[in-house]
């Protein structure tokens, strides 16, 4: 399965070792990849305006929307996410900030339910 629409592939996914253990050292396995192949899934960014005490900037948050069962990728904070978006030639990669599974999206008519991926700002 896959979602509704699609517009990139995640091609790997590597362990990056986040512990949610305040002070934890890094967990076992960091560097190993969780997945490798390619799987289609659904690319979104957004530019945001930010104001801090140094000024002005832009960022962009990056957000892929998987079907929760295809892959079965157990997602976790601090992977390492590389994925190539239809009609680029390059691979991108992103840092895995946020993870929100189990959406129930009723737009696609076949009881599909996605995770949200939020990468890191860049």
Same mark, same amino acid.
């Given at each position: 399965? +896959? ?6 592939? =995640? ?11 305040? !002070?934890?050292?890094?967990?076992? @396995? ?6 490798? !192949? ?11 305006? =930010? ?6 900037? =832009?960022?962009?948050?990056? +957000? ?13 904070? @601090? ?13 991108? +990669? ?29």
């Amino acid at each position: 399965m +896959t979602p509704a629409q699609t517009n990139a592939a =995640v091609l790997k996914v590597t362990r990056g070792g986040f512990s949610e253990e305040p !002070g934890a050292s890094v967990e076992a @396995g960091a560097g190993a990849a969780a997945f490798e !192949g390619s799987t289609r899934i659904y690319y979104r960014e957004k530019r945001e305006r =930010v104001t801090s005490g140094q000024g002005r900037d =832009v960022i962009v948050r990056r +957000t892929l929307i998987v079907d929760t069962r295809d892959p079965a990728i157990d997602w976790l904070e @601090g992977d390492v996410v590389e994925f190539l978006t239809d009609g680029d030639a390059a691979a991108q +990669t992103g840092k895995v900030q946020e993870v929100v599974e189990a959406r129930h999206a009723p737009h696609a008519g076949t009881g599909t339910e996605t995770t949200r991926v939020e990468l890191e700002p860049k």
